[in-house]
């Protein structure tokens, strides 16, 4: 029982406690309901903030380890094994960061099934942790596999109008990716006679370098990991399910799929195709570049084609997480560091968006960019808060957007692995993009003459509880835009010893 | 020949315990008054447990008995405890459902002591003989027990049955006589020699190849599947519940036990064979399901499906470094099956209403709100069917899928895990019903039922997080 008490599987399964307790109450009682889950997800997030400070940034290694022997027996070396590097960290805090701040937006917009609505939220934080703490593969697909479910379920029950579809087409996508990436696991499982990561890290060159491995079969494990990864990401081609997911999905779905759910896709790469691949990677490079260009600038221009604010929303993640792929198979310093101060950028700054279009939402029941218009003098503290969050994702210098990108474009101009500097070079142009939707649809919204929405509606301005559920997100757009030395400082050992063990 | 010792009724002991009983128990039955016929199904079930108790003191021994005919090792103990687990959920599941849709009949219970006996005898033999007899043994109260309510659509299922599962016998026997003919012996072991010295393999072949066509029918593989759904549809759902985890461990065990003790010499001929068989029985079970709409007859498909599976495992039998992993492996998959398939259909039959009613797939709309439980168990089965942590299911499937890959056979893998996503739609259908459409439907509420539904989901959650025992339980069950 030793290891329940591990910092990480604390913080791992904290959650769970919330969820026993809201099993065993009433579920007439929302306000209770509501409460429980929002002390839970407040507690992990203090257990988050317990484990941040024992862990140390200068190590570049894996710490905080909880390991135990799981499954063993013949051919089946499994391990309970969760651990945090400088790679996981910020995604595990961003984690536990988001989750009450979601929780807190479903105050008055979730009225129906609460308690369930609560169970799933808390049950999906389990399994989100869980991914980005695993260092066992098959710790690992499990906690991969599981988020899907709550997920399937909040978007499913609580979402719009094609909330089905969007819920079903959601999670067969996501489970058609997994289904290549769990043979991949397995053959590397059957290989290396583990699924311990680090263990493997240490087999898998031998193999490589005996040619038991042939270089094929490398490339072709690659592949199956990125089919999983590329499809939770998402990368252009394979994001149809994202703007239908987001459409439908509540708010608060919205916000944890754009601001964790789909870090999960890009950590992956980062955890997993990698290290685990090296060779690979580095050929596979300039095609992923490639891609992600095409999504970066696929999505700006599809963005700027949506009526719908939360569509266009939507769209623009497709743009900022290929910058996130751009600069990650960059594969030197700056992309890589760049590219994970962007995940929690985009966590930040997307999820702050969509928290305020579902406010917003929430009282006219349409997200048409058409009908509003003029709202600034109706609602001047959420025009603010819109604005900051608008000029935050599209990378305005001074706010956290522009801190990424623009490494990730630095990486990216200079990475041999890419070799080429057209890649950057146009991506680029997605920067100016992003301000040209983005803008668009701050104008057509907030400026201008009033729209017809403002006759039929006595609009209210943003009450203490929603205002408090953006401010910590305005925070630290402003921190990691103006200072944000002490992130790279957490990222930098980590991604230096990632990149170290690169044959480049 | 020798005589029998005492010894050998010792092997056989699991077996003869629930065979006696039952017989008894049909007597017992006659001086127990019509309004007290509980006792009757008490009865059943402490001869089932009587058995259970005395298969798990049996783990880990071994023995042989009457001429090498019969053994008790670690693989039909596994599937004696297995059998007889799924004897006693399928009374669990029966009870209510029986006096609820008039089917008060108390042969019911002696008839399925008597199929669980055959089952058990099944996986313990370990001579052609032998099979035949027990899958008889098996197989006849089965034909009687799909029919038993009267009801026409079951009289239809029963004769189907029958007349299907006859002419599936028929194979077995010829295929019998083909081997004895070639090998001159219907004792495995015997055969085994034969074989591996090379006798006229042509004989032995096509024998070979016609047990298989007679086991295929009782699992229900793609092309002998036909049956199925007609069956499994017109039956009393309580008897399709124990007709789909009984008849399918049973037939799996016999397949497994001849096939790899008798014929590793044939496995290059056959494990073609059985790779197509299981492809196949993968891809038509699972698109065949995708339009159903009868909850019933989808799960038949579903059961069909499953049975693929199994087979995957098994592919790779000829060959003797992956074999007993494969083996484990599909022993693991069974148990959870046969849990996810009790509790699946436990759900089914608490929703189910007399004259056929409560078994659309629209039936299920609703059911979330008004039975939350029922719901969230219905869940964890199509979970676990789909291959989704945490369940059972998906323990299994990393299971099977590994040793697939393990023994050479990517491509079968690679289908197993596409079907799977295609069974992922068929399955969230019904989740879809449950959480995401309004309905208004009526459960019953029976204790046994409740208990066996809950049992089985829990098991099938709890067992995945601590699966080490089961592993160690399906890989130390080997063949002596």
Redesign the interface.
Known sequence: MEFLLQPLTLLTFFPILGVLVLLFMNSEQKTAIRWVAMVTSLLTFGVSLWVFSMFNASNPDLQLEAKYP???????NIYYYLAVDGLSILLVMLTAFLTPISILSTWTAVED?VK?FMIFFLLLEVGMTGVFLAQDL?LF???W??T??PM??LI??WGGPR??YA??KF??YT??GS??M??AI??L??KTDTFNIPTMLVRLPDLYATGTITAGVQMFLFLAFTAAFAIKVPMWPLHSWLPDAHVEAPTAGSVILAGVLLKMGTYGFLRFNIPLFPNAAIQAAPWIALFATIGIIYGAAVSFAQSDMKKLVAYSSVSHLGFVMLGMFALNAEGVAGAILQMVNHGLSTGALFLLIGMIYEQTHTREIKVYGGLWKITPIFGTLMLISSLSSMGLPGLNGFVGEFTILLGAFGSEAIGSPWYAGISALGVIMAAVYILYMFQKVFLGPAGEITHHHELKDLNWREIATVIPLIIFMFWIGLYPKPFFDILAPAVEKLLSALPL | MTQPQFIDFYTLMPFLIISVWACLLLLVDLFIPNDRKGITVALAVLGLVIALGYSVTQVGLASRGFNNMVVLDGFSTFANILLLASGLLGIALSYGYNSRMGINRSEYYTLMLFSVGGMMLMAQATDLIIVFLALELLSIPLYVLAAISRKRDAEESGVKYFLLGAFASGFVVYGTALIFGATGSTNLADIFYAASSGTSSLLLTIGAALLLVGFGFKVAAVPFHMWTPDVYQGAPTAVTAFMAAGAKIAGFVALFRVFATAFPALSADLTDILWALSALTMIVGNLSALSQTNIKRLFAYSAIAHAGYILMAFVPYGNSEVAP?AIAAGLFYLVAYAVTNFGSWGVVIALEKAEGKGLELSDYAGL??KY?ALAIAMTIFM?SFIG???TLG?VGK?YL??SA??GGF?GL??IG??T??IS??YY?RIV?NM??KEGDPVAEREPWLGFATALTAVLTVVVSFV??FL??LA?TAIFK
């Open positions: 799981w499954i063993q027996v013949a051919g089946w099934r369930d098959f697909y499990i906690f596999e599981f899907l479910v399937y379920f499913g029950i909330r089905v819920a079903v999670f067969l489970m058609a289904i290549l769990l043979l397995l053959y499982g059957i | 992993t979330a709100k939350p979970l989704f942590p945490p998906m990393f899928f590994r890959l393990a990517p893998a690679i895990v596409v799977s996503l992922a739609y969230l879809v959480y995401m699966p080490q592993f160690l890989s």
